[in-house]
């Protein structure tokens, strides 16, 4: 009881009020709506119904799909993070950087270092010995 | 990825996503598809300018369990609750539960308003902040259920059950003429079950071939694929797959008779080879001259049955000396239990492989004649 009495306390000493923290919620909500994420509706719900999720409210599906959408955001911008830093560091001439490399490739290797700090281990081959680009800076190799 | 280069890569390459489609996915390719677009929009605003086709692949492979992960957490908290439909709360719960890898403001608080979770407080700056793109192309709600068309009881039907133990309310029996008959065709019965659902498309009646399809479909977890599918279906596949088509009789298709080769049509090329020169030596007749009427024969008709070639006129053709072997040799070879290659050793080589046979059974029929018409003069060997 004494657990339940302390978070009231606290926020009647924030001066919030349980019916602040539902018009913030439903004004969240209503804010999803404008929003269209780029992860369609109909996918988010195939794998939601998939794992078991039931919920009629749209805008439940929303929410998740936006939260999917920040979550590759992020790793996205992870990747482009280590893409640029190996850009920069790879000392060659000037000229030949600012030709080819200039294009950001998302690759294996940018994306496996940026998906272990969120917890996805993934592990890729380094090379196949297939054919003659092997080894060869991979935003250069046809993929 | 790179699956090297020529012809093995291209093979590979043809081989690879049809081998992929049909073991690893089972079913899920279109959803699969959508989420490599979407991860790809998302990841074009963030800056990207190319993918790699692995690293697309997993990325969406990544985001496919990321949604599946929300909502079994959310799902778990739902029936904690006691309840099974899902709210925002348990939503909110879920998505607590994938940030604790990456950290989010206020992940340590005990006992704080779900509310004013850092969770939602990050969506909402993410939602103010980025501008919305929008997916590019416009999707069917899927996955698409057909409506399931019961086969029809005997009392739909208006059929007596053919016995008192089996009650009217239970499905007819399928028509005889899609089962009777059998063993005709290699002793398997499914081929004409396939042929018949080609002829008569009836709703109820499942041959064999039919409960096969569905398991594997049903295997594959193809919810698109249901029971008036199947049929129809099947007779696509029938119709478009050769393997699973009836085979053919003897008479059914019309196979072209071996027309010479051009070779023998000019006089020109018969001088190049020796033992023909010799042939020609003991009658003055072109080669031309010796297979015209071969060749009318085979001009006029396309039938293929052995006894034309063998009627062809043996009496144009030069007499020609060579040891045929004792009586009692050709005796047997005349009935055809010895073959008859060692006569035509010589005269093997300028015949095409095509004439060989036509060539071998003229000449028999030839022999035959001669040694019926002069048996004194049968050469011994």
Not at chain 1, 16 to 21: E, I, N, V
Not at chain 2, 306 to 329: A, H, I, L, M, W
Request: overall charge negative; some cysteine; aromatic content about 6%.
């Amino acid at each position: 009881m004494n657990q339940n009495q302390q978070p009231q306390q606290t926020s009647s000493s924030e001066g919030r009020s349980s019916a602040d923290d539902d018009s913030a919620l439903s004004d969240f909500l209503s804010s999803l709506t404008d929003y269209t994420p780029t992860i369609p509706d109909e996918l988010v719900q195939h794998y939601l119904a998939k794992s078991g999720f039931q919920c009629p409210d749209v805008r439940l599906t929303r929410l998740v799909a936006v939260a999917t959408q920040k979550f590759v955001a992020e790793v996205a911008g992870d990747a482009l993070q280590h893409c640029k830093a190996r850009q920069a560091s790879i000392p060659k001439d000037k000229r030949d950087r600012q030709q080819k490399d200039r294009r950001l490739v998302l690759t294996m290797e940018d994306l496996s270092k940026a998906l272990r700090e969120y917890g996805v281990n993934l592990r890729h081959q380094e090379y196949f010995a297939d054919n003659p680009s092997t080894g060869m800076d991979p935003t250069t190799r046809d993929e | 990825m790179s699956n090297g280069n020529g012809k093995t890569g291209k093979q590979i390459e043809q081989a690879g996503p049809t081998c992929r489609r049909k073991k690893v996915s089972g079913g899920d390719e279109f959803a699969q598809a959508i989420a490599k677009i979407a991860v790809a929009q998302v990841c074009e605003s963030k800056g990207f300018q190319g993918f790699q086709q692995s690293a697309l692949e997993t990325m969406s492979d990544v985001t496919a369990r990321y949604i599946m992960s929300i909502g079994k957490s959310a799902n778990s908290y739902a029936n904690l609750a006691g309840r099974a439909e899902c709210n925002i709360f348990d939503v909110i719960q879920g998505l607590e539960d994938m940030g604790y890898a990456q950290g989010f403001t206020g992940a340590s608080d005990i006992d704080h308003w779900l509310e004013d979770s850092g969770v939602v407080r990050e969506i909402s700056q993410f939602v103010n902040e980025v501008e919305p793109v929008m997916f590019a192309h416009p999707i069917p709600p899927f996955p698409v259920v057909k409506e399931r068309v019961l086969p029809p009881s005997f009392l739909q039907k208006g059929e007596e059950p053919p016995d008192d133990h089996i009650p009217a309310w239970l499905p007819a029996f399928p028509d005889p003429e899609t089962f009777s008959q059998s063993a005709t065709v290699n002793g398997r019965g499914t081929e004409p079950h396939a042929t018949k659902v080609e002829n008569d498309n009836s709703n109820g009646d499942r041959p064999l071939l039919n409960s096969q399809q569905q398991i594997v479909s049903s295997m594959f977890g193809n919810t698109a694929m249901n029971d008036p599918a199947v049929p129809k279906a099947n007779t696509v596949a029938a119709e478009s797959n050769p393997f699973l088509a009836a085979p053919l009789k003897f008479e059914d298709k019309e196979v072209a008779s071996i027309a010479p080769p051009a070779k023998f049509f000019n006089n020109t090329v018969a001088s190049d080879i020796p033992i023909l020169e010799n042939f020609v030596e003991n009658e003055p007749i072109s080669v031309l001259e010796t297979f015209a009427p071969a060749i009318e024969a085979i001009k006029s008709t396309c039938s293929d049955s052995r006894e034309d070639q063998t009627k062809f006129p043996v009496k144009e053709k030069p007499t020609v000396r060579f040891k045929v072997g004792t009586k009692n040799k050709f005796l047997a070879r005349s009935i055809g239990l010895i073959p008859q290659n060692e006569e035509h050793n010589k005269t093997l080589p300028w015949f095409a492989m095509e004439d060989e046979k036509d060539d071998r059974k003229r000449r028999a029929e030839k022999i035959l004649r001669e040694s019926l018409e002069n048996p004194d003069q049968l050469v011994q060997l």
